[in-house]
C-alpha cells in the first residue's frame, strides 16, 4: 500500500459520486439572516443529540457562521432545488425570495418554509481542519415535520431525488 495521499481532484471525484442530503444552514448575524446551501452535514451523537456541519474557508459566510451562537439546519425536500440554488447564490436576496420564520430557540437561524424538517441548535464547538471549518451544534428542537416529503440529495455535482421502490430481490 502506498503512502502518497489521493490528490484533491481524484477526492473531489470519488466524493461527488457519494449521495448528500441537500440542508440549508441559517443563523442571525448582526440581527440579519443568514444561510447557505450545505451537504456536508451529519450526526454525531444521540445523547446528546449532536450534529456537524463544514463550512469552506473561502465562503462569504465564514466569520459569520463561526461567530454564531447558534445555527438552523433546514433539511430540503425534493421539490426545492430552486432553494438549494438560491442559498448557493453569492449575491442572492436569499430571504427575500424564500419563505422562513423565526427560529422558536434563541440563537438559533430562521426556518425555512421549504424544509421538511430541522433542527435548531445551540453551538457547541468549533474546529479547524484543512480548508474547512467544522461547527458542532447540540439540537434543541426540531425534528420530522412532514414525512411523507422526501429529501433532495445532491450527486455527481447535480441535485437527485430519492426513489423509494424497493431494490429487485431485496
Known amino acids: 500500500m502506498s503512502n502518497d495521499a489521493v490528490?484533491?481532484?481524484?477526492?473531489?471525484?470519488?466524493?461527488?459520486?457519494?449521495a448528500a442530503t441537500v440542508t440549508v444552514v441559517t443563523t442571525i448575524s448582526d440581527g440579519e439572516p443568514l444561510g447557505i446551501t450545505v451537504t456536508a452535514f451529519t450526526s454525531v451523537s444521540v445523547d446528546p443529540p449532536i450534529v456537524l456541519w463544514c463550512i469552506d474557508k473561502v465562503s462569504a459566510s465564514l466569520e459569520a457562521m463561526v461567530a454564531a451562537d447558534g445555527f438552523t439546519v433546514n433539511f430540503l425536500d425534493d421539490a426545492a432545488a430552486d432553494v438549494a440554488t438560491l442559498f448557493a447564490t453569492r449575491g442572492a436576496d436569499k430571504f427575500g425570495a424564500a419563505g422562513w420564520s423565526p427560529p422558536s430557540v434563541e440563537g438559533a437561524g430562521p426556518v425555512l418554509d421549504a424544509a421538511y424538517g430541522t433542527f435548531e441548535c445551540a453551538m457547541t464547538d468549533r474546529i479547524e481542519v484543512g480548508d474547512h471549518w467544522v461547527l458542532f451544534g447540540r439540537v434543541e428542537a426540531g425534528g420530522r415535520r412532514d414525512p411523507s416529503r422526501s429529501p433532495l440529495l445532491y450527486l455527481d455535482r447535480s441535485y437527485a431525488a430519492v426513489d423509494r421502490t424497493p431494490p429487485a430481490g431485496g
Not at 7 to 18: L, P, R
Open 7 to 18: 490528490d484533491g481532484e481524484t477526492f473531489k471525484e470519488m466524493m461527488a459520486g457519494v
